[in-house]
């Protein structure tokens, strides 16, 4: 099950407008098939995504800690295979 928002281009802005707190993200491919999903802090996760050119867009949801944002990551995941 992807996460509940729109699909934003991985660009500059996207960046620029992710916060700087913990959470899940996906990255996905100009179709908007899902390419990886992870966590971290967001805003420090997505600007590595866009230098290395990870995907073409992302979404994301903010959790309170690490810790949960890597558990709803794992469950994520699971729910994706």
Request: net charge negative; proline share 4%; aromatic share 4%.
């Amino acid at each position: 099950m992807p996460l509940q928002k729109s699909w934003r281009d991985l660009d500059r802005d996207a960046v620029a407008a992710a916060p700087d707190r913990p959470g899940v993200y996906e990255l996905g491919d100009g179709s908007g098939t899902v390419l990886a999903v992870d966590h971290g802090v967001l805003r420090d996760e997505l600007k590595s995504a866009l230098a290395y050119g990870d995907g073409d867009c992302v979404r994301w949801t903010e959790a309170h800690t690490l810790e949960r944002a890597a558990e709803l990551a794992a469950e994520h995941r699971d729910r994706l295979e």
